[in-house]
C-alpha cells in the first residue's frame, strides 16, 4: 500500500508582519503638544509633511504627530514649540513667569525690587559661570551644570522646592542676556513641561559664610 505523507509543518507561521517601530518621543514634547491647540497642531502637521485628515481631536492629532515623524524631526518639532513659546520673551518676562510660577505653587515669591542691582558684586565670572555677592549672601549661576545656589535663610526654605530668591532673581538681570534668556527658558521648560527623563536644575543652599 503507497503510503502519502502529510506535509511537512512549519516551525512558525508562513508569513510574518512587519510592524514599524513607533519614534521615540520625549515627555517634555508630548506635554508641549498636549498644551497646543487644535488648530496649531493641525498647521503642525501639515508643515512636517502630514496630509490634512478633517475632524481629528486634538488627542488623535497629537498621536498621529508621534507615531509618523521621524524621532530627528520630533527633536525639531520639540525645539520649535519651545521656541514659539519662549523665543519672544525677555529676561523680565522669562523671569516673571518663573516668578508668578513659584508664587502659584507655594503661595508667595520674592520681589525684585527687594534687591537693588546696585547692590550686586561681581566676585567670579565667565562665559557660562556667575559668582555675585548680595548683602553678605553668596549667589551662583552656572549653566553647564544647571546649578543655582544662595546662602541667604529664604533660599534654604525654597531651594527645597525649586523656586527662586530675590539674589538669583537679581542675578539672572545682571547676567548676559543671551545666558540668562537661555537658563531661564530652560528652567521654565523643564519646570511646567519635564519628566523624569528632561535634564533639570539643581537647587543648592550653602551655609552662609
Known amino acids: 500500500m503507497k503510503v502519502i505523507s502529510s506535509p511537512r509543518q512549519r516551525d512558525g507561521p508562513l508569513f510574518s508582519a512587519i510592524h514599524r517601530q513607533r519614534p521615540t518621543a520625549s515627555l517634555l514634547l508630548i506635554n508641549l503638544l498636549r498644551d497646543t491647540s487644535t488648530p496649531i497642531l493641525v498647521y503642525l502637521a501639515e508643515q512636517y509633511g502630514l496630509r490634512r485628515v478633517p475632524g481629528l481631536t486634538r488627542q488623535a492629532l497629537v498621536d498621529r504627530i508621534l507615531r509618523q515623524l521621524s524621532e530627528e524631526v520630533l527633536r525639531r518639532l520639540e525645539d520649535d514649540l519651545i521656541a514659539a513659546r519662549y523665543g519672544s520673551l525677555s529676561v523680565s518676562d522669562l523671569l516673571q513667569l518663573a516668578l508668578e510660577g513659584d508664587r502659584r505653587r507655594h503661595g508667595r515669591a520674592p520681589r525684585l525690587e527687594d534687591m537693588p542691582a546696585d547692590d550686586a558684586r561681581l566676585i567670579e565670572g565667565d562665559a557660562r559661570r556667575w559668582v555675585y555677592t548680595m548683602h553678605g549672601y553668596d549667589v551662583i549661576i ?68
Not at 174 to 192: K, N, W
Open 142 to 209: 552656572d549653566l553647564d551644570r544647571r546649578y543655582l545656589a544662595c546662602s541667604c535663610p529664604f533660599f534654604q526654605f525654597a531651594s527645597r522646592r525649586q523656586a527662586l530668591c530675590k539674589h538669583l532673581a537679581r542675578a539672572f538681570t545682571l547676567v548676559p542676556e543671551a545666558y540668562a534668556r537661555e537658563a531661564l527658558i530652560d528652567l521654565l521648560v523643564s519646570r511646567g513641561y519635564g519628566g523624569p527623563d528632561t535634564p533639570g536644575w539643581s537647587f543648592d543652599a550653602p551655609k552662609a559664610a
